[in-house]
């Protein structure tokens, strides 16, 4: 069985020629070329934003919900759940309320 590549497509990318010198020394010590580096760069730098991106539209939707249902735990609720969960208790996240 055989693993399928996705297609590629070329971008041009400007930059100045002191970060090219710099990539191109990188890349001679680390034995890879410079499309590599730069591609690993932008796969890595993708992947860092999106995870961002998710954790930010998530604390969007939970303050629009706790705007719309008020529910919500103390910051001292939240505390003793983590520095019991820190001490190695299995325990269940605090109750929500009003």
């Known amino acids: 069985m055989s693993t399928s590549?996705?297609?590629?497509?070329?971008?041009?990318?400007?930059?100045?020629?002191?970060?090219?010198?710099?990539?191109?020394?990188?890349?001679?010590?680390?034995?890879?070329?410079?499309?590599?580096?730069?591609?690993?760069?932008?796969?890595?730098?993708?992947e860092r934003e999106e995870q961002q991106e998710a954790l930010r539209q998530e604390g969007i939707q939970a303050w629009e919900a706790y705007q719309d249902t008020g529910l919500h735990v103390t910051q001292e609720e939240a505390d003793t759940w983590m520095a019991r969960l820190e001490a190695g208790e299995d325990v269940e996240p605090p109750h929500c309320h009003v």
């Open 5 to 46: 590549v996705p297609p590629t497509v070329p971008m041009a990318v400007k930059i100045d020629l002191e970060m090219k010198a710099r990539i191109q020394r990188l890349g001679d010590a680390r034995h890879r070329s410079m499309h590599w580096l730069m591609k690993e760069a932008i796969r890595q730098f993708v």
